[in-house]
């Protein structure tokens, strides 16, 4: 079973309508991300979370919302989708690693491709 | 603006050859990841480097960081089909407050060709 599960993997929607994407780890990681991709720009930061209670906006986070209903699970919310919001959207989660405590591998979910009309 | 540029966008090799993949950064480098992607399917993690001149092998992929933190280079020897994908480097950039993100490059999609 995969360690990181996103939820839907294909969503169609309308201008307008709200949307929620679910990620879900067995990683037992804290900290939990999510990002879109675009082509020609890479991946971008929306929202990221260290732990349940702490949730911090990323470099794009401006028409979205999350949700850290529990550790194992981050929610991403598109609260009135638009058509630019179109991408491939990824959840990640770490933990930092190593001697120091400064090492830190994301592993990430299989995306989530979204596509508003 | 976009903190890590990679090049070629695109490469195209035939099944055998070898190739390189850079990445390079304005800032110096604390944590450089290299992934790969494949259509439709997540990021898998290939390896990170830390250490100025640093050097990774996974199978027959060979990673290495520049003495000045500030360049990574893939390279793939006698590539293979399954070598095909999208390439994408990674840098931990540190966040306000505390705590590290992924900045991505904008990745190299290679196909290799029989």
Not at chain 1, 99 to 114: I, N, S, V
Not at chain 2, 33 to 62: P, R, V
Not at chain 2, 87 to 95: E, F, K, S
Request: proline share 3%; aromatic share 10%; hydrophobic share 30%.
């Amino acid at each position: 079973d995969a360690d990181v599960t996103q939820t839907p993997r294909n969503r169609i929607t309308k201008t307008g309508k709200r949307i929620m994407l679910e990620c879900s780890q067995t990683k037992g990681h804290d900290r939990m991300y999510w990002y879109r991709q675009d082509p020609g720009l890479g991946l971008r930061l929306i929202y990221y979370s260290f732990d349940v209670k702490d949730i911090n906006k990323g470099e794009i986070s401006d028409g979205y919302s999350v949700s850290r209903q529990a550790q194992a699970k981050f929610s991403l919310s598109l609260e009135s989708a638009i058509p630019n919001q179109t991408a491939l959207y990824f959840c990640a989660t770490s933990d930092l690693t190593g001697a120091d405590g400064y090492q830190e591998t994301q592993y990430f979910g299989p995306g989530t491709r979204l596509l508003v009309l | 603006s976009q903190e890590l540029e990679q090049s070629p966008q695109s490469l195209i090799v035939q099944e055998g050859k070898n190739l390189t993949i850079n990445c390079t950064s304005s800032k110096t480098l604390y944590g450089l990841y290299w992934y790969k992607q494949k259509y439709g399917e997540g990021l898998i993690f290939l390896m990170m480097l830390q250490k100025g001149g640093e050097e990774k092998s996974h199978e027959k992929i060979t990673a290495k960081l520049d003495e000045k933190k500030q360049q990574s280079s893939l390279h793939i020897t006698a590539s293979q089909p399954s070598h095909a994908g999208i390439y994408l480097c990674g840098a931990d950039i540190t966040l306000t407050g505390g705590g590290n993100k992924l900045t991505f490059g904008t990745g190299t999609q290679l196909k290799v060709e029989l």
